[in-house]
């Protein structure tokens, strides 16, 4: 939690959320989500619990490739807009539009 404390500050933030192998549950092959994170607390173990709201699945790239192009799996990590613009194709942003 205090790694990301200082988010609490930007708030509310975009964000892209992508899918990854939990345990046995692979959904590393789900395409990532644009979201927006309202809120940021803590449970009571002191970890970080996110109130997120869905705005619109990416097209034509899974989760797992996003991460592969970012160059990270870390839970929690910013981007610069050149990179992310260049993962994200225009077709994902117009159905936002």
């Given at each position: 939690?205090e ?19 939990q345990?046995?549950?692979n959904?590393?092959q ?16 002191g ?22 192009k970012?160059?990270?799996?870390d ?23």
């Amino acid at each position: 939690m205090e790694a990301i404390r200082h988010l609490k500050d930007s708030l509310p933030l975009a964000g892209i959320g992508a899918y990854i192998k939990q345990k046995e549950r692979n959904f590393s092959q789900r395409p990532p989500c644009f979201l927006i994170i309202r809120n940021i607390d803590e449970n009571e173990k002191g970890e970080p619990r996110f109130d997120i709201h869905f705005m619109a699945r990416m097209e034509e790239i899974t989760s797992l490739k996003l991460l592969d192009k970012t160059g990270t799996r870390d839970l929690f990590f910013n981007v610069s807009q050149d990179p992310t613009s260049s993962i994200i194709s225009h077709r994902s942003i117009l159905q936002l539009i």
